[in-house]
Each structure stands twice: as structure tokens, then as C-alpha cells.
């Protein structure tokens, strides 16, 4: 409480700052409002207006909503979220009914259809007396069977949903045409589940899937994101999603990878954006592409998200480039006065009004404050509505369209088929396949799809025969060649979905292929994709070559297509003999996607061929050392040398591509590549360039080149050598012969006169080490160090049990001071380790000094006071500077910087104050996906880092610095986490004051635009 006392007191005069706006509070200061004070906060276009539907007490925190087949709203909410009930105890968490719509909104029936679920989030009603919804660890389905209006029976559809996240799970279910149920799987979380017919897929973190509505199947979707929290379909069949940390709005297409937090792609790179701006937030929820006729021209066809960190509902225009959507930012759509506005999905009623689900709450978001916070709001929630009536407000609320689609006959379902709103006429494709397929239903969809029927109409009746088994062959070919793009897309999307293709469907699919519209030709190739063989590899080709290289959501899908035409090893040998280069080159481009010894050895053989060197001749190489036959590292070393003769950084590029593959192999450099390694690092040692230099160390300890050890020795006995290669070579000495590394990394340990980056790599890699020797030089420095070495000494001492017992003796016989126990670093890594009588001991150490947090807290306190004290404002461009040279290695913002830590677009809208907890104190706060993972080697060391992904047998884990480190898991003894930042705990003493003030002015630059 004293932090936010101080900070509202500093904010008038940072805001009196030049060129520094006041950012969002991560915790709101305001009080809450009712519902009508905070609906007198909402600002809309001229015209809008926007409505309460309901409120607590009826709901809680809403975070799904859906309509049935009355046009009722259900909502799922909460009361337990962000923590499920411990001890087995049932939740306490509602699925609700809203229904009877009055003229300014409000529903007037509210009826408590489940009251006993834990932090559901997806939901779909099946009916008007059943729905799907997700509720920690299951998808249920809940049935009404007495019609008193709540669920009385309970079936699991599907099972084993992770929650150690609790904020993304299992969200946004939409029904599409093919009868499939679409979903989110959401951060941090991984879950494996199995259908009904013994399929299983497993999802770790961000992703999309399908599955059948009554769990008998399931498929992955798309891989990544990092947190998807909403869908919409599109009249084309398209699907979207609303992301956090990558981009806020993706095109999805099947199979595709895209960015996740270091996470790699399927060899073809990651599945291509259509944004370049972020809406000033890392948090987007709830999406909606409005097909429907209520709003005005202007507003139709455009896509609405929620952005619950910046209190709005942004806005975006579509322009397309060929199948390839371009957003365009408008002006938001809803801005919010009153910060608690938090609108984290988003739907579009069957009315045409777009509703709104508002987990009104004093807290953003998950983990941008702790989650025990005790201003999170658990009892307020809302419900809006957002109505077109006019600038004069004379035009009628809008109706729903039919009181019951269950109620409705066979001709009034046809006729809506026709309706302008893509909400309704899926609605009514879904109800005439429950139908079944009587003559009735079959007769009237059929005489749906004849000349003179709408575009619309023929779109879904045709999906609704085909999903009906009553699909007559002559009115698909007819679809296949329809006057309308829509009809022929929607053809090719249910082609793809047939399990078993004859020639017909095939002809049919390559007809697409070559069809003028590129909307056609990219829904031909994924269907195309779905059914492999060797004859379909030249239409593809032809293809690829066709496409407009700027449309790259065809390119995408065409690559994906024909890389599904080459995972069988007989389909290299049906390659023609002669091809053109750009052919060649194209099935080079997707060999780096199939993970068999025919790719390589393809891939071999163009590189042995091409003309000219390849742009990506490195992951070629890798590729070859990876996964080709036997005998391919002396292949791929041979090319390699050959390619580089003379040109030292291009062989080492290609030497580590080597090596990368090798390693992913669970292989080891033969003894020419380590020779040619030799060769290059001591060519490299000798270059009068820094950076040569640097990249030499690192190839000596990645390849443990003990023949140059003494080289290393030499560098780190020269103080005047640069600081960087120094640096890494204390790491490489470390890797290589971790007994024999002590002495020189002591002696630098202990050298009052080395720099102190160098005295803290040092300690950090002794205590790696985790060998006695290694400990008594961190103790023996320990007791006549300055306070910075020291906690870099006792947080290196605490990674291991013997270095924290060792740490706490010291400690206890007065040989280090007691204000290190109280390092959050320390505690923690004490804890995870499970020191005997560590509570105790510690206390009785420590009793009467200040808490590590006070002095932390004191430390921000500080440099917010000289931050806001500031007569001018910080140099932007030079925090920028700062911010390259110190957390670009780890930390993205656009696209300039490394996705190893969370994306920093829109970061600015946390405030001054946070900013500086998160860079001063990194532990205070650690996100589920940054949480440190600490490894135990075979041969005593001991790392800790980031794990950003697992390539074959290889671990890849970040450092502090940003380094990645490829580690054998075969040489993993154990791995553990520990809820620990990876970030360096003393930043705040390895940046200059001036420096640090720069970089939270260029940090605070990156937010969302004023109003």
C-alpha cells in the first residue's frame, strides 16, 4: 500500500514532466461504480449506443458468451478465478442464461443453469437444454433432462485440460460450418487429450484445435500463439483469432506455426501476420469479425477485439492483398473513463448488436500484478450491448430475428440462409442438420442451391448436405465452377474435410488450384495439403510459381501443401528428373520442413548444385547434419568448407549449422569437424575484430576445444583484453574442464582490480560449477567483497544444496553478513532446494534487519522520486540505445530485439512505477513461462536459464544475458524450476542512474495513443 500512496503522490508532478504522459495504473485508484455510473463512462462513435445487459449479482466475472437456438445470451463467470478450490472442495463458478431482451438491452430473464463449476471459461450451447463448457480439468457436457432450467446431468466429453495457468485454458468455442467445435488452448499450460476414437493430441501453451461436439474426435488446428483468447469466423470459412505478446489479430491457417515465446516453428517459418501495430497492449481478448447489416456500411466487415489492459475495444479495417489480410488501425472503437472497464470477449448476437463481456475489475490482468493481490474485485461483472440508433437516435432497436430456430419450419430455416448476418444463417445451417436428413430437409436445401438462390444460400445448403450425407455428386461439381468466389471456396473447404478423395474430388480440387480467385486457390491448396500423393507435387509447383509472392497467406498454405506431399520417403522418387531452378528451389524451401534422410540428402544435393550461394544454405546444412543418412556430417562439412573457402564468417555460420543438427541428433562433431573448428577458432582468436573474437570463445567452449584452453587462459589473464570475450570465456573455460577452470576463475574472482562484470561472471560460473574447490573460492571471497559481489556470490552459493548449507555456515560463524538470507534470489532458490531448518535458521540470522523487499522497495521508491524530479525529460532515442545494449538480447518490441521474454509492445501503459519493480525487482512477480529452470549435469555443473525449447535430444536454455545454450539432454542428470526470473537481480547496479532514467522514459514511450 505505501508504493501506491507514493507513486499517486509522485504522478502530478510526472506528469508535469516534458514529453512523459501518465500512464494506465496497473491497479486502479479509483473507486469502483454501478453499472450506470460506469455506463456514463463508455465512449462511442456518433450514432452508438451501448446498453446494460446484466450485472451483478445475476452474473460474476464474465469471460465467455454464446447464444442458443432462442437467441438467449449464456455466459460463463466466475468467483474462484484466478486460484480453483483446494482440498477437493466443489467451485462455486456459474454458467448463466440471459434471455428476454428488453428494448434498451436488458434481459429480463436471468436464470442459473450451473452453479458448481471452477473457472469455466469455453461454452457452447447445443441446444436450449445443453451445452459444452470447460471447467477445470474437463469439457462437460450439461444437459437439463426435467426443463426446470438447470443442468441435473453431467458427462465429461473431454479430459486432462492443464491449469496450472489459469487465465487462457480452454476458451472460445465456435461451431463452424463443418460441424466442428474450434477452441483456444492457452498460455503456459500443457494438456493432452484424447477423443473418443482414440485420437490424442497434446498442446503445450498457446494454441488452436477441433473437436467433434460430442468428444468422438479431435485435431490440432494450428501450433502457437501465445495466449489466444477468442475466434470468429468469417463468411468465407476463414478463422481468426485475438493473441497476447505476439500480434492482436491473426488470419489462421490450418497447420500452420505461429510465434510463441522462443517456441520453434515446423521448419517453413512461422505462419504469416497481417499487422504491424500492437493497439498499445500485450493483453487482447474477444474477437469479432462483424458480418451482419446493423452497424452501417463503414463498420461492417471490420474487426473488433478487447483490449481489457487499456480499457478499450479497438478497431481495424481489412484491406487485402490478394487471399492476404492488411489491418488498419481506426480510431478505438470504445473508450472507457473508467479504468475498471475490462472487456475480455467479445460476440455478435444474432440481433446484429455486438455484445460484450466485461470482467470489470481495480486489476488488468493475470500476472501483471501478484495474483494474491488483495484489490483484485471477485463480485462485479457486466454484460453490454452495443446498438446502432442514429446520430438523432430515432432508429429502432434492433430484434432478434426469430423467437426459437428450434420452433422454426424447414422453409423459415431455408430463408435464413439468406439473412444477411453470418450468425444467423450458421445458426440456421446447424438446426436443419439437426434436422437429419428426411426428404423434407434434403428437398428444400436442394432447391436452395439452384440458379437464381443467393450466394449465401448456396454456401450453407451446400455445407448442410454435405454434413447431412445427402450432398448429390452433380451439385458439387457445379459448386466447384459456382459464379460466386464464396461458393467455390466453401467447395474447396469441403473437399478438404472428405476423408477419402476418388478422382472426382481430386479433378475437382486442381481445378481450384488454377482458379482465378486467390481466396479459391488457397482454400484448393489446403485441401490439396490434406490428401498426399506423388501426382499432385507439379500442379503445386505450377502453383507456387503463380502466386503472388505479396499474398502471403497463399504462399504459406501452397509451401505447407506441397511439404505434405513429401513426408512420405516414396515421394522423392517421383520427383522429375529435370526441373527449372526456381522449382528446385522451391522444394528445397520445403524439405526444411520434412524431418526424413530423403529431404536432406535433397537438400544436399542443391547445395551442391544451385546456382549461386542460398540465402538459407545454413539451415540446409543443418537440416543434412540433422537428419541425413549415414555418413552425412563429412557431406555437409565437405560442402561447408567448400562454400566458405576464404571467408572465415561464413564458415563459422556454417560450422555451427553443423553442429546445431548434430547436436538435435544426439550426435558428436567427428573428429574432422572438430578439427575444422580448431582451425576457424584460432583463425577467429587472431582477427583484430571484437565480435571474431567473442564468436571465437563461444566455438571453443561449445565444441569443448581443449587444445586452445591455453588460448582462453591467456585472454583471461589479460586485463586489457575485451570485455566481452573475456566474459565468454570464463563460461567456455567452465564447459570444457570444469575441475581445471577453479584457479583461473578464482584468481579473477578475487582480483580487486578486475572489472566488476567480470568478478560476477566469475562467481556466477564457480558456483555453476558446483564442485567443493568451487565453493571455498566463493566463501573465501565472500567474507572481503564489495556488497554486490557478495549477493552475486550468495545467490550462486544457494543454486546447491552443499553451496546453501556452506552459504548459511558462513553466515552463522560471522564470515558473511545476514543481510544476504534475506536476498529474494537467495530465499527462494533456498527454498526450491529444501535446506533443513531453513525457515529457523534463517530467522534467527536475520532477526531485527529489514526485509531484502524493504530495502528493494526503498530502492524504487529512490529512483521513482529522482525519475519525477526530473526538470527535463529524458533523451527517448538514447533509453532506446539503453535499451539494445541491455535487454534487446532477451526483450522484442516490434520487430527489432529477441523473443527469449515477453514481447514489450505497449509495455508503457504500466507506469513508471512498475516498470521499475520489474527491471529492479524481477522475482517479485514471475510469470508461469518465465520461471528460471535450473539443470544438473552429468559432469557437476550446475545451469540455470530460461528454457526456451527442446530440439530433438538437445535442451536450448537461456541465460541472464540471452545467451542460448544448447545442452545434450543426455547429459541432464535433473531438472527443476523454481519461481525465479532468469533476469539479472542487481540490474539496478550494473546501470548507471542517467542511463536507467532513459531507458523508463523510451519503456514508457511504448503505449497505447492518446485519446
Given at each position: 500500500?505505501r508504493l501506491i500512496?507514493?507513486v499517486?503522490?509522485?504522478?502530478a508532478?510526472?506528469s ?11 491497479v ?6 454501478t453499472?450506470e455510473?460506469e455506463?456514463?463512462?463508455?465512449k462511442l462513435?456518433p ?5 446494460l ?13 454464446a ?13 474462484e ?5 483446494e482440498?477437493?472442495?466443489p ?5 448463466t ?25 469455453g461454452?457452447?450451447p447445443l441446444?436450449a ?6 471447467s ?9 433432462t426435467d426443463?426446470?432450467g438447470k443442468?441435473?446431468?453431467r ?7 492443464g491449469?496450472?495457468?489459469?487465465h487462457?485454458?480452454?476458451?472460445a468455442?465456435?461451431l463452424?460450418f ?7 488452448h492457452?498460455f503456459?499450460?500443457t ?12 498442446m ?5 484445435y ?5 468428444g468422438?474426435a ?9 495466449n489466444?483468447?477468442g ?8 478463422l481468426w483469432s485475438?493473441d497476447?505478446h505476439t ?12 510465434p510463441?515465446?522462443?517456441k520453434?516453428h515446423d ?6 501476420s497481417m499487422?504491424e501495430?500492437?493497439?498499445g497492449s ?5 474477437i469479432v469479425?462483424?458480418q451482419?447489416?446493423?452497424?452501417p456500411?463503414?463498420?461492417r ?9 487499456t ?5 481495424d ?13 481506426q480510431?478505438?472503437?470504445i473508450?472507457?473513463?473508467?479504468p ?7 460476440e455478435?448476437?444474432p ?17 501483471e ?7 483484485r474485485d ?8 452495443v446498438?446502432?440508433?442514429?446520430e438523432?437516435?430515432s432508429?429502432?432497436p ?8 428450434a ?11 439468406d ?7 450458421l445458426?440456421a ?5 439437426g ?8 428437398g ?6 439452384e440458379?437464381g438462390s ?16 445427402t450432398?448429390?455428386?452433380d ?5 466447384v465452377v459456382?459464379?460466386?468466389?464464396a461458393?467455390r471456396?466453401h467447395?474447396?473447404r469441403?473437399?478438404a474435410?472428405?476423408?477419402a478423395w476418388?478422382?472426382g ?5 486442381l ?12 482454400a ?9 500423393e ?5 500442379p503445386?509447383?505450377e502453383?507456387r510459381q503463380?502466386?503472388e509472392p505479396a499474398?502471403s497467406?497463399l ?7 506441397l511439404?505434405?506431399?513429401?513426408r512420405s520417403?516414396s ?5 522429375p528428373e ?16 520434412v524431418?526424413t534422410?530423403e529431404?536432406?540428402g535433397?537438400l544436399?544435393?542443391?547445395?551442391r ?7 538459407d544454405?545454413?539451415r540446409?546444412v ?13 557431406e555437409?562439412r ?6 566458405s573457402?576464404?571467408?572465415?564468417r ?6 555451427r549449422?553443423?553442429?546445431?543438427g ?10 574432422e ?12 582468436l587472431?582477427s583484430a575484430e ?6 571465437a ?14 588460448d ?10 575485451p570485455?566481452?570475450?573475456r566474459?565468454?570465456?570464463?563460461d567456455?573455460?567452465a ?5 581445471g577452470?577453479v584457479?583461473?576463475l ?6 580487486a582490480?578486475?572489472p566488476?562484470?567480470?568478478?560476477d561472471r566469475?562467481a556466477e560460473?564457480?558456483?555453476?560449477l558446483?564442485?567443493?574447490e568451487?565453493?571455498?573460492s ?5 567474507a ?10 550468495a ?6 544444496e552443499?553451496?546453501a548449507?556452506?552459504l548459511?555456515?558462513?553466515v552463522?560463524?560471522g564470515?558473511a553478513?545476514?543481510?544476504?538470507l ?5 530465499q ?7 535446506i ?9 540470522l536475520?532477526e531485527?534487519l529489514?526485509?531484502?523487499?524493504e530495502?528493494?522497495?526503498?530502492q ?8 519525477s524530479s526530473?526538470e ?10 539503453v ?8 526483450h ?8 527469449v521474454g ?5 509495455v ?11 527491471i529492479?525487482n524481477?522475482?517479485?512477480n ?8 535450473t539443470?544438473a549435469?552429468?559432469?557437476g ?5 530460461l528454457?526456451?525449447?527442446e530440439?530433438g535430444?538437445?535442451?536450448?536454455l ?12 543426455a547429459d541432464?542428470e535433473e531438472?527443476?524450476?523454481a ?7 542487481n ?6 542512474e542517467d542511463e ?9 514511450e511504448?503505449r497505447?495513443g492518446?485519446d
Open positions: 500500500m500512496a507514493t499517486a503522490a509522485l504522478m508532478t510526472l508535469a514532466v516534458p514529453g512523459l504522459a501518465t500512464a494506465q495504473d496497473l486502479a485508484t479509483t473507486d469502483p461504480k453499472p455510473e455506463l456514463a463512462a463508455l462513435p450514432g452508438f449506443e451501448i446498453q445487459v446484466a450485472s451483478e449479482p445475476d452474473i460474476y466475472k464474465p469471460m465467455n458468451l447464444f442458443d437456438e432462442r437467441g438467449r445470451l449464456w455466459v460463463t463467470s466466475s468467483l478465478y484466478p486460484f480453483p478450490p482440498d477437493g472442495r467451485g462455486r463458478d456459474r454458467v442464461i440471459l434471455g428476454d431482451f428488453g428494448p434498451d438491452g436488458r434481459a429480463r430473464s436471468v436464470t442459473q443453469f450451473a452453479e458448481d463449476l471452477t473457472i469455466p471459461i461454452l457452447l441446444s437444454t445443453e451445452a459444452l463448457v470447460h477445470i480439468p474437463e469439457i462437460l457436457r450439461l444437459t437439463d426443463g426446470d443442468a441435473d446431468r458427462e465429461v466429453v473431454l479430459k486432462h485440460y491449469f496450472r495457468d489459469t487462457g485454458m480452454t476458451n468455442f465456435t463452424g463443418d460441424g466442428w467445435v474450434y477452441a483456444c492457452g503456459s499450460n494438456s493432452t487429450v484424447e477423443a473418443g476414437n482414440g485420437g490424442s493430441i497434446t503445450q501453451s498457446g494454441n488452436t477441433r473437436f467433434r461436439p460430442d468422438s479431435i485435431e490440432q488446428w494450428t501450433w502457437g500463439q501465445v489466444p483468447f475466434l470468429t469466423l468469417d463468411a468465407l470459412g476463414d485475438s497476447c500480434m492482436p489479430i491473426y488470419l489462421l491457417l490450418r497447420g500452420a506455426y505461429y510463441s515465446f522462443g520453434p521448419g517453413l517459418g512461422f505462419g504469416p499487422m501495430h500492437q493497439h500485450t493483453g487482447i481478448a474477444g469479425r462483424y451482419a447489416d446493423h452497424f456500411e463503414p463498420w466487415d471490420t474487426i473488433f477485439i478487447g483490449n481489457p489492459v480499457s478499450r475495444v479497438n478497431h479495417r481489412i484491406e487485402w492483398v490478394g487471399s492476404t489480410p492488411k489491418a488498419i488501425e480510431p478505438d472503437f473508450v472507457s473513463d473508467d475498471w472497464f475490462r472487456p475480455v470477449d467479445l455478435l448476437g440481433d446484429g448488436a455486438l455484445y460484450i463481456a466485461d470482467f470489470y475489475n481495480r486489476i488488468i490482468g493475470h500476472y500484478v501478484p495474483l494474491t493481490h488483495p484489490g471477485r463480485d462485479r461483472g457486466r454484460i453490454w450491448r446498438v446502432y440508433v442514429g438523432d437516435g432508429n429502432p434492433p430484434e432478434m430475428p426469430r423467437p426459437d430456430w420452433a422454426a419450419s424447414v422453409a423459415e430455416l431455408v430463408d435464413d440462409l439473412h444477411p448476418n453470418l450468425a444467423v444463417r445458426r445451417t446447424h438446426e436443419l442438420v434436422r437429419g436428413p428426411g426428404e423434407e430437409v434434403a428444400a436445401l436442394l432447391a436452395a442451391m440458379a443467393s450466394a449465401e444460400a448456396r454456401v450453407h445448403a451446400l455445407w448442410a448436405l454435405e454434413r447431412l450425407g450432398l448429390p455428386a451439385r458439387l461439381a457445379a459448386s459456382d459464379p460466386d468466389r461458393v471456396v467447395a474447396m469441403l473437399l474435410e472428405r476423408s476418388d478422382a474430388p481430386r479433378d475437382y480440387a481445378i481450384g488450384l488454377k482458379d482465378a480467385d486467390p481466396f479459391v486457390r488457397r484448393a491448396a489446403d485441401a490439396l495439403g490434406r490428401h498426399p506423388a501426382g499432385l507435387i507439379l503445386l509447383l502453383a503463380a502466386a499474398d497467406h504462399v504459406h498454405v501452397i509451401r505447407m501443401a511439404r505434405d506431399q513429401l520417403p515421394s522423392w522418387e517421383s520427383l529435370s526441373m527449372s531452378d526456381a522449382d528446385r528451389g522451391a522444394i528445397a524451401d520445403v524439405a526444411l520442413g524431418p534422410a529431404a536432406a535433397f544436399l544435393d542443391y547445395l548444385t544451385a546456382p549461386g550461394a542460398p540465402e544454405a545454413s540446409f543443418e537440416h543434412v547434419a540433422r537428419y541425413g543418412a549415414e555418413g552425412s556430417q563429412a555437409a565437405s560442402f561447408a568448407r567448400s562454400a573457402e576464404g571467408d572465415l561464413r564458415g563459422l555460420d556454417l560450422l549449422a553443423i553442429h546445431r548434430l547436436q538435435a541428433r544426439g550426435a558428436s562433431p567427428d573428429e569437424t572438430v578439427g575444422w573448428a580448431v582451425e576457424l577458432a584460432r583463425a577467429l587472431g571484437d565480435r571474431d573474437r567473442v564468436d570463445v563461444d566455438l571453443i567452449g561449445s565444441f569443448r576445444l581443449r587444445p586452445l584452453v591455453a582462453l587462459d591467456a585472454l583471461l589473464a589479460d586485463p586489457g583484453g570485455e566481452a570475450a566474459l565468454a570465456a570464463i567456455a573455460r564447459a570444457i574442464d570444469p575441475s577452470s584457479p583461473p578464482s584468481a579473477l574472482l578475487g582480483s582490480v578486475e566488476a562484470a567480470i568478478r566469475a560460473a564457480l558456483g555453476r558446483s564442485r567443493p568451487s565453493q571455498a566463493l566463501l573465501d571471497t565472500l572481503i567483497a564489495p556488497s554486490r559481489l557478495q549477493r552475486t556470490i545467490v550462486a552459493l544457494s543454486a546447491t552443499a553451496g548449507e556452506a548459511l555456515e558462513a552463522e560463524a564470515k553478513p545476514a543481510a544476504l534475506r536476498e529474494p534470489g537467495v527462494i532458490r533456498m527454498t526450491n532446494i529444501g533443513p531448518a531453513m525457515v529457523s535458521r534463517i530467522e534467527a536475520t531485527g529489514p526485509p531484502a523487499d530495502a528493494l522497495r526503498q524504487v521508491d529512490d529512483r521513482l522520486a529522482r525519475f526530473l527535463q525529460a529524458p533523451d527517448v532515442e538514447l533509453g532506446r540505445a535499451f539494445f545494449e541491455h535487454c534487446a538480447s532477451c522484442k518490441i516490434g520487430d527489432e530485439g529477441a523473443q515477453p514481447q514489450l509492445d505497449g508503457g501503459v504500466r507506469g513508471p512505477l512498475r516498470l521499475m519493480e520489474d529492479l524481477p522475482n517479485l514471475v510469470d508461469q513461462a518465465f520461471r528460471a529452470t539443470l549435469l552429468v559432469d555443473r550446475v545451469l540455470t536459464g528454457l526456451l525449447a530440439e535430444d538437445v535442451l536450448v537461456a541465460d541472464a544475458e540471452g545467451k542460448s545454450q544448447r545442452i545434450p539432454a541432464v531438472r527443476t524450476t519461481p525465479l526470473s532468469p533476469m539479472p537481480a540490474f539496478g547496479e550494473r546501470i548507471p536507467f532514467d532513459r531507458l523508463i522514459a523510451y519503456l514508457l511504448q497505447a492518446d
